[in-house]
């Protein structure tokens, strides 16, 4: 049985024996340099685990396990275009530190990269993988075009934000253990079942994540404190804040995200005071434990070994910034 910090010392080995500095290297160290500064490897590590909670031999995980952090970290470096974004992982973003045309054509090579790791799964299993991984990645596309879709319409509701982050972010961390589980040669009832699980882990992963943004401390989350707040994005505190308030605090919430030329900070301190008033920090920290718990609730169905479902109870709490 791995522990989880070994299994996270497994992952960093495999990066760090990776071969990304090549040439040309304008192309090639905006990759290293993302994945260098490596975030928690949480989908990585979800693939590993899964793998040996259903019995399977980690050593055959690794590769694709690399090719979905891999993926998710294109993912970012594409997004960080699309939303400006100034810092990722409190360090310059790659279209901020170099250019966007490098930060697109470099995000399209980590693509292809994603591609040849996970491609290096057992041949008899690689059917059901990249079934399972293409459609994973045409799932967040449609995620992040909903995202984009919803910049501009005023009438987004809380069904279709859910119905959003399922696709941008859940999906994937559900692809990690429902990975680990096939390349386990799982039986697809049981595969399905742990996919599940992880659609709700993600939904809680991305609440906590716009929680974060409203609540969180700038040191630790990584980015900008109230990015979400200054580019009016329809989060769930977004929408949740429109959805409660009444009256005149309805209308001081409407002043605030309509004003044109706003000054950040002031605004991001009034909607963060508005949020407290409305109550939004806790009906988000409710919503965060709903789906917390019916994803333990399936965990928990599942009768693994009690010592590996221990390690990814643990991993589950690091997701979600629980203490454990």
Request: hydrophobic share 40%; glycine share 8%.
């Amino acid at each position: 049985m791995h522990r989880l910090p070994e299994l996270h010392r497994l992952i960093e080995k495999a990066f760090s024996e990776a071969a990304f500095n090549r040439d040309p290297m304008q192309l090639y160290q905006p990759i290293s340099y993302t994945l260098e500064l490596g975030g928690k490897r949480l989908r990585p590590a979800l693939v590993l685990l899964s793998c040996e909670l259903f019995g399977g031999e980690i050593g055959k995980a690794i590769f694709p396990a690399m090719g979905v952090e891999i993926f998710h970290n294109f993912t970012l470096l594409h997004d960080d275009i699309m939303d400006n974004a100034p810092i990722r992982r409190g360090h310059p973003t790659v279209h901020r530190k170099w250019d966007i045309n490098t930060a697109i054509l470099s995000g399209d090579t980590m693509f292809v990269i994603a591609y040849e790791y996970v491609a290096k799964t057992d041949p008899t299993l690689l059917p059901a993988v990249l079934d399972l991984f293409n459609d994973t990645a045409r799932k967040v596309c449609e995620g992040q075009q909903y995202d984009m879709d919803y910049e501009t319409r005023e009438d987004v509701t809380i069904d279709e934000y859910m119905i959003m982050i399922r696709l941008k972010t859940a999906v994937l961390i559900a692809c990690s253990l429902k990975l680990g589980a096939l390349v386990a040669g799982t039986e697809p009832g049981l595969a399905n079942r742990i996919y599940d699980m992880g659609i709700e882990l993600g939904l809680a992963f991305q609440l906590r994540d716009d929680y974060l943004d409203a609540f969180g401390e700038a040191g630790k989350f990584g980015k900008a404190i109230g990015g979400d707040i200054a580019t009016n994005k329809k989060t769930y505190l977004y929408l949740k804040a429109f959805e409660t308030a009444r009256g005149e605090t309805a209308g001081r919430l409407r002043h605030v995200f309509s004003d044109p030329v706003p000054h950040a900070e002031q605004k991001i301190n009034t909607v963060i005071r508005l949020y407290k008033e409305l109550g939004i920090d806790t009906l988000t920290r409710k919503e965060i434990a709903l789906h917390h718990d019916r994803a333990m609730e399936i965990l928990h169905s599942f009768g693994f070994n009690e010592k590996l479902t221990v390690e990814l109870i643990h991993l589950m709490e690091e997701m979600l910034g629980r203490e454990k």
